[in-house]
């Protein structure tokens, strides 16, 4: 659907109702709230099947990203909390995490080495604090030379998401592998901005967003009853 094609299935299926309450708002930025709203809950129900759901991925293939992060990547305004730990810049938009994984600066045989070539490409884990702070002090579930350990931290203060990767010592990340969800497109009315989710669920972000319009409506009347 196109946005003005959005705005008016919105329109009709809010005029299918009989009851629709007098205060709701229909101003073109208040739809496209509705709307950016609506694609939100859809963001969220698919990727939370997204593991066992084919028509899942398919419906979030479009915000589905690869990339790999460098040295040039790792935050300069601060060092990791944690020992052997380095914050790593994520991109603009990042949502949630796919897959990742690290190349470490040692070779086959868990060994520093300066040659690329032979680079070992390894499995991150993500964990919590608390199992940091269960497991830090048991060798055999510490970071190796086969695992990376990865803690999210959120925002540091110069507003850079950021990922906190833990290695062994003396070990060296050279690149960060991300498979993501990104942030989908903002919906506008105002400037002819459709989704750039597949088509397949734009009628389930209008069927969505007037919900939400309606949950909105009722909730601020009951807001004014109380008052009364």
Known sequence: MTVDEMLYAFQEKLNSFNDVPANLQRTTS?????????Q?????????NYEQSEKARRVLAPIAINTDLTRSDVSSTQTGHHPNGEYWKLPTGMLYTLKEECTLNIDVNGKVTSTIADYQRVYTRP???????????NPFKQPYEGCVWRVDIGNNVANESLHELITIAGVQIYMYHVAYLNTPAQISIETSTSSNLLPLVHQ??????VKIALEIAIMNNNLTNKTK
């Open 40 to 48: 939100r809950r859809i963001v969220e129900y698919y990727y939370s």
């Open 127 to 137: 964990i919590t604090l608390d199992t940091y702070n269960r497991h830090i002090s």
């Open 30 to 38: 208040d739809v496209t709230y509705y709307l950016n709203e609506g």
């Open 204 to 209: 389930d972000i209008v069927d969505e967003a």
